[in-house]
């Protein structure tokens, strides 16, 4: 069997069929080539993020992680060993991470790690394309060939990361919105005096120009803060800047205008990245704008935001629901390729994608997923096809079936659709080890 893609979702892949019995050939480019995101040869790398988000079950993520955990998830796995602090969020040492996963891959017995590009696409050949949402462009290619469409591609953007000691104590506080979990984001105050001077600066910056693409859609979840300002002055303030539940420990008082999050980058907590900034502006002007935030006047910026090119198909009209191609049913897809949006929600899929095809090739019955749980129901979203126009989308309880009975309390209502949902995980992983014995 082959996987193209050493990401989240390839390597989750790899490790399901691998543990099914499955010889798995991985093809990683990495270290010979690099996307433009990518800065190191391990795999699983994290671009974006450190965050997987949410880890309570009355969160969609959150619930989706813990389903993973029931299924064995090599991610979520590395994720529980490498986690840092960051209040209700599973959020992970980048390094850690991508090292522990890599080390699994390249010892198990039944995988063989090819650090070579893949460029051809065979129909009769069992394959899972994982390569994530940065293809490189003979692989584009190829995918546009297998899939007979152009129309394969959005935008997404990284959030620049700064040192915790260049962080002025003095005009920032730590604390986690509405007190859930530690204090474990620094938080950087604004006036409004102060917002509209950093707001004036930001909407005005000079962004990298992207005249190689023509069609430059943004989805939704991951926004240039720059281009979501430009949407009005107080679309920050409501959004990723918005102040409240964050009481300041020096006041007692949440009065502040505005308040830019930093969250916890590595293990040894030297590294913060800025939440919701991910940017397409260019690094000077990063530099000069974002040091109007006045707790990171001085601050030292390891890495600036960039912004990319992501790749995902027409899903609904390409895959039925166990992430297989309709056409060429020995052809699965994982990731954001396949209009997943998130770290965690492309694992699912591999590790979905995994699962099904190794039981495929084993002659047998793949496992129909299940609306409701939420790694059943994101798969049989993006394989709607009644949907008309196809959007990235994210884990959330909107899609996954209803409990149909009639909950007025949101938290209490999600509970007990996780609980169900949990439930049901355990009864499909249950039967499947019953066959397997």
């Known amino acids: 069997m082959k996987i193209i893609g050493g990401g989240l979702a390839g390597c989750e892949a790899a490790w399901q069929a691998a543990n099914r019995g499955i010889e798995v050939s991985l093809y ?17 790398e994290l671009v974006c993020s450190n965050s997987l988000k949410a880890d309570r079950i009355e969160n969609a993520c959150g619930l ?16 529980d060993r490498t986690r840092v602090p960051a209040g209700g969020a599973l959020a992970v040492d980048r390094d850690l991470f991508a090292g522990y996963i890599t080390e699994k891959i390249k010892n198990h017995p039944n ?42 591609y959005f935008y997404d953007a990284a959030a620049p ?62 926004m240039p803060v720059e281009v979501m300002a430009k949407r009005g002055e107080k679309t920050l303030t409501f959004g990723p800047l918005k102040p409240v539940g964050l009481i300041d420990p020096r006041t007692g008082k949440d009065d502040a205008y505005a308040v830019v ?28 704008v974002f040091s109007l935030i006045p707790a990171l006047r001085n601050a030292e910026f ?50 979905l994608a995994g699962i099904n095809a190794a039981r495929i090739i084993r002659g047998k019955e793949p496992i129909q ?42 938290e209490e209502r999600y509970f007990k659709i996780a609980q169900r949902a949990l439930d049901t995980i355990k009864e499909i992983y249950s039967k499947e080890i019953r066959e397997e014995k």
């Open 302 to 351: 390891v890495r600036f935001g960039v912004m990319h090119r992501n790749t995902y198909i027409n899903s609904p009209m390409l895959l039925n629901s166990l992430y297989q191609m309709k056409k060429y049913p020995k052809i699965f897809f994982a990731g954001q390729i396949t209009g997943v949006e998130g770290y965690v929600e492309s694992a699912s899929s591999g590790l």
């Open 261 to 288: 999050q930093l969250r916890q980058d590595n293990k040894e907590a030297t590294l913060y990245n800025m939440v919701g900034f991910q940017t397409n502006l260019k690094f000077a002007e990063q530099k000069r």
């Open 64 to 79: 989706l992680k813990e389903e993973m955990r029931l299924l064995s998830s090599l991610i979520i796995e590395a994720a």
């Open 369 to 410: 997923p299940s609306s409701k749980t939420a790694i059943g129901a994101l798969c049989n979203y993006i394989s709607d096809s009644s949907i008309t126009k196809f959007q990235p989308m994210n884990s959330n309880f909107g899609i996954i079936e209803s409990l149909g009975e009639r909950i007025r309390k949101k």
């Open 111 to 152: 995988i063989r790690l090819i650090n070579e590009e893949a460029i051809s696409l065979d129909p009769d050949e069992y394959t899972v394309i994982a390569a994530g949402p940065l293809a490189s462009e003979p692989l584009f290619e190829a995918i546009k060939r297998l899939t007979g469409t152009s129309d394969l």
């Open 161 to 222: 990361v700064v040192t915790r000691e260049s962080i002025d104590p003095h005009a920032s506080f730590a604390a986690a919105r509405y007190g859930r979990g530690s204090a474990d984001y620094i938080n950087c105050p604004m006036t409004k005096a102060e917002y509209d001077i950093f707001y004036d600066a930001l909407i005005s910056a000079e962004t990298v120009p992207l005249k190689e693409f023509e069609n430059q859609t943004v989805f939704e979840g991951c």
């Open 28 to 44: 990683e480019m990495k270290p010979h080539k690099r996307t433009p995101a990518h800065k190191s040869d391990m795999l699983a």
